[in-house]
């Protein structure tokens, strides 16, 4: 049965949290920088000095964009909806399965927005596909053209899913909002797929421009390991900006030998660690703590690492700063914050949201807010973020050596910083 729906039925959120036994779905509930300038090159006698082209990034050939009076947003998220409910039922008793959490957690965000904007008299179609779903396959919607009269494509999906989607999306000249996944899926020459969770390769340039301007003339020791694929690509990244920076190979947690001819005991021992996975970054900081515990470093890190719970207990950690990028930060202390949460309570009668619901909710409200004042073609008009609740995206398009375009990127980060159990943020 085909499971393209508008919004799924309240009472099945309900039953995630254990306060009712049955849900149902409902196939439509929802509708209504200058350059420097360069010192002067003395030419050789007799010889001419070849000039070198100025980089200039060429115009992307949109076409003219529509302005609708009502606009059709079709919302791609991975809900398990077969397994969770079957015979207008719950399979499931409490607690949601931890699986379908995120896509569920998106989707509620996507609801509130879309109700918000309802009441702010913005005419919206939101079409939910669960992706879970044999039916919503990019194979099967795009034969049986369940995406051709879209005007917005958010996607929640994973990087295997991407090409196929954003394949789709530029052929229809539809914009595709991949909201989730950091990977790119190798697409190239794609002006209608967007990244809104930025790749590895910007969150390393990022730091090591960081630690240029920090450290000017310093070399930072690089913690790397090449055991790891991801490991491994975050360490090409970094030592594609710096090659110059001292390094150690920790496949295996070092040795207080290894780590002592590279140490100071007298300064702060700026490290970066191009290591991925959380549970071996943390017995690896937990190594440093514990071999050289008067030491002082501070430590760079992977995005990854804002999942750490040992970062925020004070104690764990002490005369370590650790940095960590991070694309989204929500504050629930804000006005935004704030009436976010009293709505997802009065809505879902449960606690506070979730990271994902924050995620689902302004993706759908900064693009509805750009489709209203733009039109379907919006893509020159992203530098306006005044609709975007709580992040400041800086979407950018994203070009390689030879002025080729890959697709458009978010490059807005904030700088998540930790030291023994104290947390601060900074654009």
């Not at 360069?38 to 082209?53: I, L, M």
Request: with cysteine; net charge positive.
């Amino acid at each position: 049965m085909k499971r393209t729906v508008y919004f799924l039925l309240l009472t099945l959120f309900v039953a995630c949290y254990g306060n009712t036994a049955e849900a149902q779905i409902w196939q439509k509930i929802f509708k209504k920088e200058k350059p420097k300038k360069k010192a002067p090159v003395k030419k050789a006698p007799g010889k001419k000095t070849p000039v070198a082209k100025p980089f200039k990034k060429r115009e992307i050939d949109y076409p003219v964009s529509v302005k609708k009076g009502r606009y059709r947003v079709d919302v791609l998220v991975p809900l398990y909806l077969d397994e969770l409910v079957q015979n207008d039922k719950v399979t499931f008793k409490g607690k949601l399965p931890a699986k379908a959490m995120s896509g569920m957690e998106f989707y509620e965000g996507v609801k509130l927005a879309a109700d918000t904007l309802t009441s702010l008299g913005f005419d919206i179609d939101v079409y939910v596909h669960d992706i879970q779903d044999a039916n919503n396959t990019p194979a099967f919607l795009s034969k049986n053209k369940g995406l051709d009269s879209s005007d917005l494509i958010i996607g929640a999906v994973q990087s295997q899913q991407i090409p196929a989607f954003a394949s789709f999306a530029k052929g229809g000249r539809i914009n595709f909002i991949s909201a989730l996944s950091p990977s790119d899926a190798d697409v190239t020459d794609n002006p209608y797929f967007t990244l809104l969770q930025p790749t590895l390769q910007t969150h390393s340039e990022r730091i090591m421009t960081a630690l240029k301007n920090k450290y000017p003339r310093s070399r930072p020791i690089l913690l790397h390991r090449n055991s790891v694929t991801v490991d491994q690509s975050a360490y090409k990244y970094l030592t594609g900006v710096d090659s110059s920076m001292k390094k150690l190979l920790v496949n295996e947690l070092p040795t207080r030998q290894q780590l002592k001819s590279l140490l100071d005991s007298n300064s702060t021992n700026v490290l970066i660690a191009s290591v991925v996975d959380v549970v071996y970054a943390e017995k690896l900081l937990k190594q440093l703590v514990t071999l050289f515990p008067s030491y002082r470093f501070e430590v760079y890190g992977m995005p990854s690492w804002t999942t750490m719970a040992s970062l925020k207990n004070a104690g764990n950690y002490p005369y370590m700063a650790i940095y960590i990028t991070a694309p989204f930060y929500y504050d629930a202390s804000t006005p935004a914050g704030q009436a976010l949460a009293n709505e997802y309570k009065k809505a879902f009668n449960v606690g506070k949201p979730g990271e994902m619901v924050y995620r689902g909710y302004e993706t759908m409200y900064w693009y509805a807010y750009l489709l209203a004042k733009y039109g379907t073609i919006f893509n020159t008009e992203v530098d306006d973020n005044g609709g975007a609740p709580f992040t400041k995206f800086d979407v950018k398009a994203k070009w390689d050596k030879d002025n080729n375009l890959y697709y458009l990127e978010n490059l807005h980060l904030y700088w998540f910083r930790y030291s023994d159990g104290s947390f601060t943020v900074t654009p």
